[in-house]
């Protein structure tokens, strides 16, 4: 698609849309409550190419919150501050092959696995260097807006949602405190991240984050630069290897492209060098993933050639 006449991609962005919108799989997320009122119909598809062009097809300018899309993004702030060995005394970047939700901590250390689980992302949030709770979320906000290319803010009413059923991840934070490999205080730890979680986004959003990371982190709209180069290679490296939680290898198999969904229904995948691409769609598949949505990734990536390992 860097060579594909931009009617090409507005074209491929319809078809796939038109494909793919009789697909009815997947339950909403309910167990945030105020996730179960999304409409199951809503479906966005958007690409951001490397000179900042954003096609877009379907309801892509439909508002959403973020939710585990934003693991990667503030992982790389994070990651910015840290560097990946520091990064690494704290959180893994190992497949874990365990849900999103998991309590899995590696005995001993209660260090998690990797970010893109909900105990790393809890940590990783945390290791966003700040003096108070209020000062990191505002960096996180003004990070995530950074790689979106416009000021976001939080649906409060879907982090009241989260924050009331909130306790497996608050749970996950007094674990890692307790083991110490979260040194912020658990209870605020957790409100953090559920903000995070909260974060409000549309499609095309989605695909700016992305191509943001995929021009090695230049916002490719904007002209900010918003990581250094190093951490937007490693921070896709994560998202290739456990962006998609236990569907990670089936994953790189069939689309081939660092990738991360979310339980709002978003899915965010990088094709370095090329381009950010976005979607939306809440029903999910048992692993916590939007069906349409990946079966459009999959298509995407097939009708474009976008698959990492394919030889060019
Ligand atoms: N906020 C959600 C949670 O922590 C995010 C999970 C997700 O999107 N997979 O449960």
């Not at 696995?113 to 108070?132: C, E, K, Y």
């Not at 921070?235 to 790189?252: E, F, N, P, Q, R």
Request: hydrophobic content about 45%.
């Amino acid at each position: 698609a860097d060579t594909a006449p931009l009617d090409v991609i507005s074209a491929g962005l319809a078809e796939v849309h038109r494909q793919l919108l009789p697909v009815t799989d997947g339950e909403v997320a309910s167990y945030i409550p105020k996730l179960a009122l999304a409409d199951p119909g809503d479906f966005g598809l958007a690409l951001v190419s490397m000179d900042g062009h954003r096609y877009r097809a379907g309801r892509a300018d439909v508002p959403f919150s973020i939710q585990s899309v934003s693991k990667p993004f503030v992982y790389a702030l994070a990651l910015a501050e840290l560097g990946l060995d520091e990064m690494h005394r704290f959180v893994g970047n190992e497949p874990s092959g365990d849900a999103f939700n998991a309590i899995s901590l590696e005995r001993g250390t209660g260090r998690p696995a990797n970010p893109m689980i909900n105990a790393g992302a809890v940590a990783t949030t945390n290791l966003v260097p700040a003096s108070s709770p209020q000062e990191r979320f505002g960096r996180i906000l003004d990070g995530l807006s950074a790689f979106a290319g416009r000021r976001l803010d939080v649906d409060e009413e879907v982090y009241r949602s989260e924050s009331a059923t909130g306790d497996r991840n608050r749970a996950l934070a007094y674990l890692m405190h307790a083991a110490g490999s979260l040194s912020v205080e658990p209870q605020a730890a957790a409100e953090t991240y559920f903000r995070q979680c909260a974060v409000r986004v549309d499609t095309v959003d989605l695909a700016v984050m992305a191509a943001t990371l995929a021009t090695g982190g230049v916002n490719p709209v904007t002209g900010e630069s918003v990581v250094p180069e190093p951490v937007a290679v490693q921070v896709l490296s994560v998202m290739a290897t456990c962006g998609m939680y236990d569907g990670a290898g089936d994953w790189l198999v069939r689309v081939g492209l660092p990738a991360k969904s979310g339980v709002s229904g978003g899915l965010t995948a990088a094709s370095p060098g090329r381009f950010g691409i976005a979607c939306y769609s809440p029903p999910l598949d048992p692993t916590g993933s939007p069906v349409r949505a990946v079966a459009a990734l999959r298509e995407m990536s097939r009708r474009f050639g976008m698959h990492l390992m394919h030889v060019p």
